[in-house]
């Protein structure tokens, strides 16, 4: 079996970069890109000048508007930004047809085998970032490993502009510095209790065995850092075409126990999922709800559908039941997840839903998906869905 090498690619501050690589007077000031100034929303993005003034993704625009009132505010040009995307993943497709998009801006790409073709590793990670320098203006870090842990780790490691090989017989002694607070799903409460019995670095994690962190951590979650710690993840690029699942998940900050505040988070998230289903033109039939308990413990629950569906309201209304049924109405919520799956075979058939209601939803939702990628996302919400006060989103990884 030939070695696998696994590409991890990130856009650098993808869409203040697009930003200040269309309008020149924007170069070397901090633009912050999300909410309107003096609204209830978020940063989405920002230059890496904003970044000086302690701004980052996802913190409220008030507070980034206190700390740089000087800064250059603008609402997101999702079409544009879009557009950009096509180009970044179009470029990666030339590089090897195993490309998995994980966001707007990151995509993972199997480059195994291509050594004959294209050259090693860390070549194929250079000539495509030069391939974005010239083609599109813009930067990316890339990291490549052995697996998609690695690869991701290591697109972090230095950025912006940043290129990381880590082979295989290396990829021990590299992570073995790291913070845990790098690894995967390693929040500020993981790590304040990983830090109270003396782990702040993978080698130290290293040295627990799997049965002492699971007394810890509860079996799932610290399987899930027993692996992290010795560099094992999957290596299973998933092409759009044969993408298994679509999910999204959101880590609160503090654990939410209101029920109510609980749904609102579900419904932003089916809003989500059902989005990228109909970008994919996937409908699906199993709708999955993941939640994470305190001390780590990871539940899923599941149902089947009686027909595919692809509408924000029929996922939402799955994961409601699924969420009412399972019991944790009222326990402490650290993590809560939504996932489609088990894709109707017949695909690309996107109106005939076989429900008169259903069909009358899509109609809805593709008006509201059109508006929301002309003005930003979410500017159009069906419901009182609302931007969970999460710290930490994931799409399906
Ligand atoms: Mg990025």
Wanted: one cysteine or more; glycine letters at 10%.
């Amino acid at each position: 079996v030939a070695q696998k090498w696994i590409m991890h690619l990130d856009m650098d501050a993808f869409f203040a970069a697009i930003e200040q690589r269309d309008d020149p007077s924007l170069r070397g000031k901090p633009v912050i890109i999300g909410a309107k100034p003096g609204g209830r929303g978020v940063v989405s993005t920002c230059s890496y000048e904003a970044r000086k003034f302690g701004i980052h993704s996802a913190q409220p625009i008030s507070q980034a508007y206190r700390r740089c009132p000087q800064g250059v505010f603008l609402r997101p040009s999702m079409e544009k930004y879009v557009a950009v995307s096509r180009q970044v993943m179009a470029v990666l497709e030339e590089v090897s047809p195993l490309v998995e998009p994980i966001s707007i801006d990151e995509a993972f790409v199997d480059i195994t085998g291509l050594d004959r073709l294209r050259g090693t590793p860390r070549q194929i990670g250079g000539f495509t970032k030069q391939r974005i320098v010239d083609e599109l203006g813009l930067t990316a870090s890339v990291g490549i490993g052995p697996n998609r842990l690695v690869a991701k780790l290591g697109s972090e490691y230095e950025k912006p502009d940043g290129l990381t090989v880590v082979p295989p017989e290396e990829v021990l002694d590299w992570l073995a510095p790291m913070s845990v607070a790098r690894l995967r799903g390693v929040g500020p409460q993981a790590q304040k209790k990983l830090a109270r019995i003396g782990i702040k670095t993978v080698a130290q994690l290293r040295a627990w065995r799997r049965e002492d962190l699971a007394r810890n951590f509860g079996a799932g979650y610290s399987d899930h850092l027993y692996d992290q710690s010795r560099g094992i993840g999957g290596d299973t690029i998933n092409t759009a075409w044969e993408r298994k699942s679509i999910s999204k998940e959101v880590t609160f900050g503090e654990d939410v126990t209101d029920p109510e505040e609980l749904l609102d988070t579900l419904l932003y998230l089916a809003q989500e999922v059902g989005r990228i289903c109909r970008c994919e033109t996937l409908q699906g039939t199993v709708v999955t709800l993941k939640i994470r308990l305190e001390k780590f413990e990871t539940h899923t629950r599941q149902t089947k559908l009686d027909h595919a569906t692809c509408s924000d309201r029929s996922i939402y209304r799955a994961a409601r039941e699924l969420f009412q049924a399972s019991g944790f109405a009222g326990r402490a919520v650290r993590l809560i997840g939504l996932g489609v799956s088990d894709w109707e075979s017949d695909r690309g058939r996107q109106l005939d839903l076989g429900f008169v209601s259903e069909q009358s939803d899509q109609k809805l939702f593709e008006a509201v998906d059109a508006l929301n990628a002309k003005f930003g996302r979410q500017t159009v919400r069906l419901g009182p869905g609302r931007k969970p006060r999460g710290k930490g989103e994931r799409g399906s990884e």
